[in-house]
């Protein structure tokens, strides 16, 4: 079981824009990454020109400042506060500080470019079942599993697809990774508040079939991608998830235990303790 592909893809000689690929790491970086980057980056720029203060330490005022001193003159130039404790009067450390100050007032707005970047970002949370099943669905062989909307908010239009990926070697001897959209019973929900059960029903002689006994022969190195997105109701922007389910989560003639119960009043109940679980 993972949320990605098991297989690793490695790229060479990619073009690459330095700028957009730059921005793209930085929001899809984890918060206490993005936030240690930026401190690592002010404590860099600051502990820089507060060298370069100290070494053009006789153009401020007063004469004969420690490095410690110059570093903090740039902690607060760099922020614009500007306390006036030390003053530049040579033209030469005015225009380091005209340099710091621009450099403080970019670095500021593109952080927080970035921070509203994150913020605005739309994400799921979607879950997933541990387990896909190869069982008995509404009295035909299926292959099923399930998922639900962690949230308390509703995803309008939720589409689901259910790939089979696996390896196949074409007449020519060229190995690749095939994907193949199979059959739900239920691709779509206009809404997608509670659990939904994805099905697809085993053909005979069809290809998910020949992919159940590639599995009984561990060939070809079968994995299931479960991919949803919809419309998230709060935000009115589209969201999306997906989840990748290995050869090993795959298991045969079970049934997932209920998770929706009524409780008094007619409120529906969904007990998540009881989601990833099999009956017995």
């Not at 060479?12 to 930026?38: H, M, Q, T």
């Not at 997933?128 to 669905?137: A, G």
């Not at 739900?184 to 994805?198: G, Q, S």
Request: proline share 3%; aromatic share 12%.
């Amino acid at each position: 079981m993972s949320t990605r592909p098991s297989f690793e893809i490695q790229t060479r000689n990619a073009p690459k824009e330095l700028l957009s690929d730059l921005y793209y790491r930085l929001v899809g970086l984890a918060w206490r990454y993005l936030l240690l980057e930026a401190f690592l980056f002010y404590l860099f720029v600051n502990l820089s020109f507060g060298l370069i203060y100290y070494l053009l330490r006789d153009g401020l005022r007063p004469q004969n400042l420690s490095f410690l001193e110059c570093y903090f003159f740039s902690v607060h130039t760099f922020s614009t506060v500007g306390y006036g404790s030390i003053v530049p009067f040579s033209s030469v450390v005015n225009l380091v500080t005209v340099m710091e100050i621009f450099c403080g007032l970019v670095s500021m707005a593109l952080l927080t470019g970035l921070c509203f970047a994150k913020f605005s970002r739309p994400v799921a949370r979607f879950l997933f079942s541990k387990h896909i099943l190869i069982t008995k669905y509404r009295g035909k062989r299926a292959i099923i599993c399930r998922m639900a909307n962690a949230r308390t908010n509703t995803v309008m239009n939720a589409e689901v697809t259910l790939t089979a990926m696996f390896d196949e070697v074409t007449p020519e001897g060229i190995r690749y990774r095939r994907l193949e959209d199979l059959a739900l019973e239920r691709a779509r929900t206009p809404v997608f508040i509670l659990t939904m059960t994805v099905a697809h029903i085993i053909e005979p002689g069809g290809l998910s079939e020949s992919l159940i006994g590639c599995l009984d022969r561990k060939e070809k190195d079968v994995e299931f991608l479960l991919s949803v997105r919809g419309m998230d109701e709060t935000l009115g922007q589209t969201i999306h998830d997906m989840h990748v389910f290995s050869a090993d989560a795959v298991v045969r003639d079970r049934q997932f235990e209920d998770v929706l119960s009524e409780a008094a009043g007619g409120a529906i109940v969904i007990d998540y303790a009881n989601f990833h679980e099999l009956k017995k």
